[in-house]
């Protein structure tokens, strides 16, 4: 069964602090991997996409990993603000899906507190 | 920011009324979308549409159905609402390009969302 884990599931953090941010998945075949940071109440919004050939990707203060091998992705936030208090959420994208099925997590709730 | 307008932003009625959820893309995208979304849970999709008078459904199954009579728009309608259907419903869309279509991989752009509660 192809999902997607999310961890953790909340995380509060001061400002001008840096996390990282853990996603699963087992989704197959793999064609990519987004992290998306969805406002409450807004919808989602791609921060960075990744290939199976990509290692690592960075967008401004946030950096991704993706190790293909253990199916692992990690996002990294430094310098925390408070704008940054959302929910972060890890999309894998299934190749053999010709809809370009989408695989969603249940998102990471990130609070910056000043 | 993606042009993707959805409205109402929030929508409270009593159980039996006939809802629409209206959902209007710029972009010219071909596919759109219609995600349900609970608190604290993952995105499900509910619809999607691969061009004019074109619709499926989704993972989830949902009492909705939609239509697309217009490459722009892509409506979802409830015929009897119930408190069962009180949730999150997301709007996207995308667009077919020759190598990232190959990968599977073309952004999702998502509306704001309605906020729909039934009493």
């Known amino acids: 069964k192809n999902q997607v884990e999310q961890s953790p599931q909340s995380l509060i953090i001061l400002e001008g602090k840096n996390c990282t941010l853990q996603c699963n998945y087992t989704v197959s075949p793999f064609s990519n991997l987004r992290w998306y940071k969805q406002d409450t109440g807004r919808g989602p919004v791609s921060l960075t996409i990744?290939?199976?050939?990509?290692n690592t990707k960075s967008n401004g203060r946030y950096t991704a990993t993706l190790d293909a091998d253990t199916k692992q992705s990690s996002l990294h936030i430094t310098a925390s603000q408070l704008s940054d208090s959302a929910s972060y959420i890890c999309v894998v994208t299934d190749r053999g899906s010709t809809l370009g099925r989408l695989y969603f997590g249940r998102g990471t709730q990130l609070t910056v507190w000043p | 920011e993606a042009d993707i307008y959805q409205t109402p932003r929030y929508l409270v009625i009593g159980t039996g009324k006939k809802i629409t959820l209206e959902c209007s893309q710029t972009m010219g995208h071909d596919k759109m979308y219609w995600y349900q979304q609970d608190p604290g849970m993952e995105l499900h999709l509910i619809h999607y549409?691969?061009?004019?008078?074109?619709?499926e459904k989704g993972d989830l199954s949902s009492e909705s159905t939609v239509s697309r009579i217009r490459t722009e728009h892509f409506p979802l309608t409830l015929e009897s609402a119930r408190p069962s259907h009180t949730s999150q419903y997301l709007c996207?869309?995308?667009?077919?390009?020759?190598?990232?279509?190959?990968?599977?991989?073309?952004?999702?752009?998502f509306g704001p969302g309605t906020r729909l509660t039934v009493l």
């Open positions: 996207a869309s995308s667009e077919i390009r020759g190598g990232a279509e190959r990968e599977g991989g073309n952004e999702q752009f």
């Open positions: 549409s691969y061009g004019v008078n074109s619709t």
């Open positions: 990744m290939t199976f050939s990509e």
